[in-house]
């Protein structure tokens, strides 16, 4: 265990992502990301498309930067890690220990994330010979890479490449072939503008692109040579190079793309096309924010993303090696991410910046029927391509990783009346935000649910041969009857099963190779595969009431305590074996352990007596049916399993544990010897109010448990450790596991009169997620005292409302048509402009259009949160700003609750910054909305104006108490506005 | 008795920890010196740190890349140019 604490929830935000062969599985790719404070490997099911974790490890420092690198003629990748650490630190992922394993960790630093200190920036030589690490600020260290004799890896001592009054803006690690490293830097020099009163060399001086070589001959780093730049630029790709193409650099800049190379070879430069008929602000420059390289023996590509998510695929067109043009396609509209990885099986990896991360597949490179936007069209400066957004087409989504950043606030309790507590979390950015609700639990995937003619008491898989895959019959056991079902394409009843149909069953299962059995409480139906039937009968007036059995052995509990123990013989039949074992009280539960691997039988029996114990009983040959071990427990226990655990490498004799549900609720976990039978380490954990069943099931090729009460519960073994998690489902009753083609590793249960086949795919999520829409960034939510609703206040800096998105677009439409001369025109402007008012673009795929700065939108939200319906939706006018949000019960109406919302009107971010506009003065105001009686509406009543942004809103005394600026004032209701009572001076004084 | 010569020794200590060390301080140094250097660690910091980050980013409404941008920007010139040299400086 390496934990100082537990995290309920860890880090869902992803901000680093980089792909590689981590595993050494050949032709294999995983993706490497850095959550913060963990790192994480995920894997990609190129069959299933199905995102999954692999192993999770905390840092309990910040990441940085992640690089992965492979060394010439590896087959496998490392990975750098750049972080407040003040080191670097290499890595490399063990599949068999299923960890990462520290290779190298070189200390440069002070920890910390600091101006000075290198941990920001990460970039590798392609060929994997050197990586540089770079500070915000001046420091840069290059570390060569190498392999020794036994091709380990290698690091050699630091290499400085500082420069002093420098800001980096990125690294990148151009591709020269075997050519001695080189990297290249956007930097910025502030020494000039530092002792320059006239602030004339701000304006003068520009960001450069600045080279540094590392001289494998010297062993020492030359700062090459730097380039100042037109435009600043806030991104670096590197262009493959060597044999692979021209090399090079393309800057992102912000409004262009810009190619460069080491030599005298022209820049290619190309504006970033915009989108057609967009309302955002026409100020705001374009920038790419993030980007990805596809790299094949025979073409590359890179894919860029713009703020609003739109990708791009670029191309360079060579001649000779020259570059001699740069082609722009609009490809897709995703998520605005941190990261793009694109996977050598064709899958686009999408880290979102803010929401949920997304796996797509490339189903196509981009058609050619698409317009493409050329470096040589000539245009003004300024100017831009324009195109027009769609659905998505080249890619297809595949799967969703759940993510809960941003948190801007959360409510826990238990609104929806479910008696566990939810967690109501805003979560997301923008259109694309959502309230979550979490619950406790674990996701589960319903197959399917059928009736069943009665209430049924339980239910087995029962597999015909020993060699078969998958399971041939579902048994269900009514009070009077049971039924066989057969499983295939569909489940259908089975009539020449051999099972006993006209009596309840008390267990069943396949013994032998290919023979089946079902206990029954008259006796035991052994039914051979040419269904023959040998039955052993109970004595007169005994009944069977509880039954064990495995492959080779069963054991059977008959009324007065009496437990008769079967095994096979060579000739498959069942032999009893001579002695009984009597117990003084009633047996309320039987169970086998696993057969160890290379041992025929089962070495234990576990035996629960109405008397408050658990025995274990041996089953050795030389001494069958004697007591090993007792564990006396609080109440009689309900029921029993005994499971294995393999050891953490597969080698060894297996841990057995004893898992004991309680009558009253609780669940005991013991380990017992696999040698003396004792019982040992005993841990309970309450459940529910309904005695425990448990029954084994199978998750991720392990043996697990399933746990019901009033709840049920998974107990499996995941990522090194047991979790016991509740399942988010209906209540279950009786369960087994069930494998056949379309479902590998389901259980088939029972609740009530229903047969249901589920499994649980997202294991390890410690909770069940469902999202609700919101329109804004949600800031605040109350929760409303008596009805399952919730209240949440949405705001969104430099944003249109719906009032004004709509004006504008009428207005664009209107110039539209205005341009048009002649009647042919006017025809094609109505369209486009009867295009433009009615095929409004789905906000929570392309994101809102940006208005500018001190631009404000802002709503208020009532949301049912069983069915997640908005039902009462109030939108602020444009520029004001809903900044806390309160009910107030007054005391003039004592019978009703108010939801008071506290505003800013026309504020701005930097205040200092803004010459106040006297049309617009910055001020504040109250909104009063009357909340109705079932929480299922709200209703607006009056606005209140105050002097200042309201900050704080509270319910006091049957008053409210509001705050804005220094002041402190109560206001009690009215007609037509809030009344001001009283007001707290005494700040004033200062 | 402080050893002749180790007033020399501290200057030198303190030349060598003002180069290694950015943003240490000096006995001359002025209002504006310092001011820019805080906001410039300020600005390392809130772009280092990718919850402040995000942080910057939900409140401006900006993407992250952009904040990051804006941050790296803002260490230029924080908080304008330097006031002019008192002649009496160099004397």
Redesign the interface.
């Known amino acids: 265990m390496h934990l100082y604490n537990l995290t309920l929830q860890h880090q869902t ?1 992803i ?1 680093q992502a980089v792909h590689g062969n981590f595993s050494g599985t050949p032709k294999s790719q995983e993706i490497v990301v850095g959550r ?1 404070s963990s790192i994480e490997l995920l894997v990609c099911d190129p069959t299933t498309g199905k995102i999954k974790t692999i192993c999770h490890h905390d840092v309990f420092g ?1 990441i ?1 930067s992640l690089l992965s690198f492979r060394l010439t003629g590896g087959t496998r990748d490392y990975v750098a890690v750049g972080s ?1 650490s003040g080191r670097i630190v290499i890595l490399e992922y063990s599949s068999e220990k299923n960890a990462f394993e520290r290779v190298h960790q070189e200390t440069f630093g002070k920890t910390g ?4 200190v290198p ?2 920036y990460l970039a590798g030589d392609p060929k994997g010979r050197a990586i540089m690490i770079g500070a ?3 420091q840069k260290l290059v570390y060569i890479m190498n392999r020794d004799a036994e091709a380990h890896l290698t690091i050699s001592s630091p290499l400085e490449a500082h420069k ?1 009054y420098t ?1 980096c ?1 990125a690294i990148v690690g151009i591709d020269v072939g075997f050519e001695n490293p080189t990297f290249a830097c956007l930097e ?1 020099d ?1 020494e000039d ?7 004339v060399s ?1 304006k003068k001086t520009q960001q450069t692109l600045t080279f540094y070589e590392l001289d494998l001959g010297l062993n020492h780093v030359v700062r090459k040579y730097a380039e100042p730049l037109q435009d ?1 630029g ?2 670096l790709i590197a262009v493959p190079g060597g044999n692979d193409g021209p090399s090079g650099v393309i800057i992102c800049c912000e409004g262009y793309l810009v190619y460069k190379n080491l030599g005298d070879q022209p820049d290619i430069r190309c504006p970033i096309p915009r989108r057609r008929n967009d309302l955002d602000d026409p100020d705001r420059t374009l ?4 980007s990805a390289t596809h790299k094949t023996k025979s073409m590359f590509f890179f894919l860029v993303q713009t ?1 609003q998510g739109d990708i791009f695929k670029v191309t360079l067109e060579t001649d000779d090696d020259l570059v001699t043009e740069m082609k722009l396609k609009y490809f897709d509209t995703v998520p ?1 991410a ?1 990261s793009l990885c694109i996977l050598k099986s064709g899958f686009l990896f999408v880290a979102a ?2 929401g949920n991360h997304e796996l797509y597949q490339i189903a196509n490179l981009g058609d050619e029927e698409e317009d493409e936007f050329s470096s040589r069209t000539t245009l003004e400066e300024g100017e831009t391509f324009f195109y027009g957004i769609r659905e998505l087409k080249c890619l297809l989504h595949i799967d969703t990783i759940d993510s809960l ?2 948190l ?1 606030d959360a409510v826990i309790g238990d609104v929806a009346r479910e008696d566990a507590a939810q967690i109501y979390s805003l979560v997301g ?2 259109p694309r935000s959502k309230l979550k609700v979490l619950r406790n639990g674990l996701e589960v995937n319903e197959m399917a649910v059928s009736e069943l003619p009665g209430n049924p008491n339980s239910v087995w898989t029962v597999k015909k041969n020993v060699e078969d895959r998958f399971d041939s019959f579902i048994v269900v056991s009514f009070v009077n009857a049971t039924l066989v079902l057969t499983i295939g394409e569909t489940v259908e009843e089975a009539s020449d099963s051999g099972f006993l149909p006209t009596s309840p069953t008390l267990g069943c299962g396949s013994i032998g190779d290919d023979s089946l059995i079902q206990v029954y409480p008259e006796g035991i139906r052994h039914i051979k595969a040419d269904k023959r039937v040998n039955e052993w009968k109970t004595p007169p007036r005994r009944q069977i009431v509880k039954c064990a059995m495995n492959r080779r052995q069963v054991a059977i509990a008959m009324t007065g305590g009496e437990v008769v123990y079967f095994e096979l013989d060579l000739n498959n039949t069942l032999n009893e074996f001579t002695e009984r074992k009597l117990f003084n009280s009633d047996v309320s539960c039987i169970s086998f352990s696993e057969i160890a691997e290379g041992e025929l039988n089962s070495r234990f029996l576990a035996i629960g007596t109405v008397d408050s114990s658990v025995r274990i009983i041996s089953l050795d040959p030389n001494d069958m049916l004697m007591p090993l071990s007792t564990q006396n427990l609080p109440c009689p226990a309900e029921s029993l399993l005994l499971i294995d655990t393999p050891n953490e490498d597969g080698k060894g004799a297996a841990t057995i544990h004893l898992n004991i549900g309680l009558q009253n609720g609780f669940l005991f976990r013991n380990t017992v010897d696999n040698v003396t039978g004792a019982i040992m380490d005993t841990r309970t954990r309450y459940l529910g109010t309904r005695p425990v069943k448990l029954f084994k099931v199978i998750c991720q090729g392990r043996s697990a448990v399933l746990c019901t009460s009033s709840r049920s519960w998974l107990l499996y073994y995941h990522q090194r450790r047991f979790n016991l998690t509740p399942l988010s489902y209906t209540n279950l009753e009786y369960a087994a596991s069930f494998n056949s083609e379309q479902c590998a590793e389901g259980i088939v249960a029972i609740a009530e009169n229903t047969l249901r086949i589920i499994s649980a795919d997202k294991l390890g999520v410690a909770f069940n997620i469902q999202s609700f829409k919101q329109k804004y ?1 949600p800031r605040k939510a109350v929760v409303h005292p008596n009805a399952s609703s919730i209240i949440t206040i949405e705001t ?4 249109y409302t719906e009032t004004t998105k709509t004006m504008k677009r009428n207005e664009m439409a209107d110039d539209i048509e205005r341009l048009a001369n002649d009647n042919e025109e006017m025809q094609l402007a109505k369209e486009i402009a009867d295009g433009l008012r009615t095929n409004i673009p789905d906000e929570t795929t392309f994101g809102a259009p ?1 208005a500018s ?1 001190g631009k404000w939108a802002s709503a208020v939200s009532l949301i049912n949160v069983q069915s997640g319906e908005t039902m009462s939706f109030f939108e602020f006018p444009q520029d004001e700003n809903a900044k806390c949000v309160a009910l107030v019960q007054f005391a003039r109406h004592p019978d009703s609750i108010m939801i008071l919302v506290g505003c800013g009107v026309n504020e701005s ?1 930097q205040q200092f910054q803004t010459s106040t506009n006297p049309l617009k003065p910055v001020k504040g105001c109250v909104y009063t909305f009357h909340l109705s009686p079932n929480g299922d509406r709200f209703d607006f009543l009056h606005r209140t104006e105050t002097p200042l942004p309201v900050s704080a809103l509270h319910d006091f005394r049957g008053m409210s108490l509001v705050g804005f600026g220094k002041y402190l004032r109560m206001y009690d209701i009215g007609q037509k506005k809030l009344l001001a009572k009283c007001e707290n001076k005494s700040y004033l004084k200062k | 008795m402080a050893l002749p010569g180790e007033r020399f020794h501290v200057l030198a200590q303190l030349e060598h920890l003002q180069s290694k060390y950015t943003g240490t301080g000096h006995a001359d140094m002025n209002r504006h010196e310092w001011i820019v250097n805080q906001h410039r660690d300020t600005r390392a910091s809130q772009m280092s740190h990718p919850g402040m980050t995000s942080f910057i980013a939900i409140v401006e409404n900006e993407s992250r890349a952009r904040t990051r941008f804006n941050l790296l920007n803002r260490m230029i010139q924080p908080c304008g140019p330097p006031p002019d040299k008192n002649p009496l400086d160099d004397v």
């Open positions: 935000a901000n913060g910040i940085r407040d994330c600091r101006r000075i941990g920001h915000v600020e001046r002093h800001l803006y910025y502030y503008c530092d002792n320059d009163p006239t602030a701000v600043p806030n991104l920038m790419i924010i993030c703020e605005p941190n910046e803010f950043c941003p801007t950015r923008g960034t969104d800096h430099a944003s940006k700065k971010l």
